[in-house]
Antibody, heavy 122, light 107 residues
Framework: EVQLVESGGGLVQPGGSLRLSCVASGFTFADHYVDWIRQAPGKGLEWVGRNRNKANGGTTEYAASVKGRFTMTRDDSKNSVYMQMNSLKAEDTAVYYC?????????????WGHGTMVTVSS | DIQMTQSPSSLSASVGDRVTITCRASQGIGDDLGWYQQKPGKAPKRLIYTASRLQSGVPSRFSGSASGTEFTLTISSLQPEDFATYHCLQHNTYPLTFGPGTKVDIK
């Protein structure tokens, strides 16, 4: 079964840090990009960033709202992508989803994980 | 950034109704448009990709079309399990952007 599972969410104080993980199974992880999407409570979906696979440079793209604070890395040996979130703000409170995207772009955000909740509050 | 406007923001419909939801992009995005269904407390699920291709396993009552920068999701005969929020996504240009969503509820 093709699956993505996020973990690492929780309650953190403003200015704090958190590291999210996304573990993939059921497909060749190294062949795909990973996009992170977030959804604040009662709000719409917001793209957070993309991590490309090594065959396409392993580079990343970020939304302006998180650039300089969030960093995505991947470990193909563990079928995992990580998102280090620093200098967290109240407006970062959201459910964070990781998604699978094909490098061709044909299958953007095709498969979604169940999400992990991040709450930034004092 | 490319802005995605979506209409209506919500609608009430009955089982068996034909439902149409529209997304407009602020500039050309080719056919780099997907439609997603989200039920409360659940992750979104992709229904349509490249504007008009049906995701495997999705019922054929769902269809997508495009005309320039206007994209349409149609549900030909609404079923009880279709009551949900629908989102469009453009993935042509960074940052990827979503429409604000359309909530479909029971009349």
């Amino acid at each position: 079964e093709v699956q993505l599972v996020e973990s690492g969410g929780g309650l953190v104080q403003p200015g704090g840090s958190l590291r999210l993980s996304c573990v993939a199974s059921g497909f060749t992880f190294a062949d795909h990009y990973v996009d992170w999407i977030r959804q604040a409570p009662g709000k719409g979906l917001e793209w957070v960033g993309r991590n490309r696979n090594k065959a396409n440079g392993g580079t990343t793209e970020y939304a302006a709202s998180v650039k300089g604070r969030f960093t995505m890395t991947r470990d193909d040996s563990k079928n995992s992508v990580y998102m280090q979130m620093n200098s967290l703000k109240a407006e970062d409170t959201a459910v964070y989803y990781c998604t699978r995207t094909s490098p061709t772009g044909l299958h953007a955000l095709e498969i979604w994980g169940h999400g992990t909740m991040v709450t930034v509050s004092s | 950034d490319i802005q995605m406007t979506q209409s209506p923001s919500s609608l009430s419909a009955s089982v068996g109704d034909r439902v149409t939801i529209t997304c407009r992009a602020s500039q050309g995005i080719g056919d780099d448009l997907g439609w997603y269904q989200q039920k409360p407390g659940k992750a979104p699920k992709r229904l349509i990709y490249t504007a008009s291709r049906l995701q495997s396993g999705v019922p054929s009552r769902f269809s997508g079309s495009a005309s320039g920068t206007e994209f349409t999701l149609t549900i030909s005969s609404l079923q009880p399990e279709d009551f949900a929020t629908y989102h469009c996504l453009q993935h042509n240009t960074y940052p990827l952007t979503f429409g604000p969503g359309t909530k479909v509820d029971i009349k």
